[in-house]
């Protein structure tokens, strides 16, 4: 059972505006969440991470939002370039429990 | 390099035999993970050392999946009698404190295993 979603499989966007990636989670023992950029043949890079004791956490032109209540979170990229583009992976993790939870990832194309 | 190294990077092999993936985690890190990753998913977790105990394998598919990290730092994951079901990239994590303490995992390129 998919305990972390990533509903939208692909996402394109022109280069300058805002790209919104979202993330739904099912587990509510979820306390810290983390987002992931992987480029073809790379292993995933990290990108932000928010504890659930924040809802939100910038870096930069990046921001992650998390709604504790929906069991949501999303990433925030502002503007957008053309070297966003790339799989992004958002992730889980339980203080009681060993391992990450992924989500099936989301395609982001920027357009120039 | 100072990031996680993995070996092969590409690794063909044929139905019922062995494989041993390794992986070299930055140096230092106190936490080291395994995950598959199928065609289009997301990687999904098999097993987790800190140093050289391996607190949980619940991920590990089949007892054909055996991990060590004798040393508590180099890795190998071997796959015995490979299946066709067992072709996905295998990436190695790691994370220079426990998974409790809330810090990101760096992963490697991970290593594409094809089997025929």
């Known amino acids: 059972d998919q305990q972390v979603k990533q509903n939208s499989p692909s996402l394109s966007v022109q280069e300058g505006r805002i790209s919104i990636l979202n993330c739904d989670y099912t587990n509510s023992m979820f306390d810290y969440f983390l987002w992931y950029k992987k480029y073809p043949a790379e292993g995933p890079t990290f990108l932000i991470s928010?504890?659930?004791?924040?809802d939100k956490n910038e870096d930069g032109r990046f921001t992650v939002f998390l709604n504790k209540s929906a069991k949501h979170l999303s990433l925030h990229i502002v503007p957008s370039q053309p070297g966003d583009s790339a799989v992004y992976f958002c992730?889980?993790?339980?203080?009681?429990?060993?391992?990450?939870?992924f989500g099936t990832g989301t395609s982001l194309t920027v357009i120039p | 390099g100072a990031g996680v190294s993995q070996s092969p990077r590409y690794k063909v092999a044929k139905r019922g035999q062995d494989v041993a993936l390794r992986c070299d985690p930055i140096?230092?890190?106190?936490?080291l993970f395994w995950y598959q990753q199928a065609l289009g998913q997301g990687p999904e977790f098999l097993t987790y050392f800190q140093n050289e105990a391996q607190l949980d394998k619940s991920g590990l598919p089949s007892d054909r999946f055996f991990a060590e990290r004798p040393e508590g730092s180099v890795s190998t994951l071997k796959i015995q009698r490979t299946q066709q079901e067992d072709s996905a990239v295998y990436l190695c994590?790691?994370?220079?404190?426990?998974?409790?303490?809330?810090?990101?995992?760096?992963f490697g390129d991970g290593t594409r295993l094809s089997i025929l």
């Open positions: 994590a790691s994370s220079f404190w426990s998974l409790y303490s809330n810090q990101p995992q760096h």
């Open positions: 992730a889980a993790s339980a203080n009681t429990g060993n391992q990450f939870y």
């Open positions: 928010i504890s659930s004791i924040k």
């Open positions: 140096s230092g890190h106190v936490s």
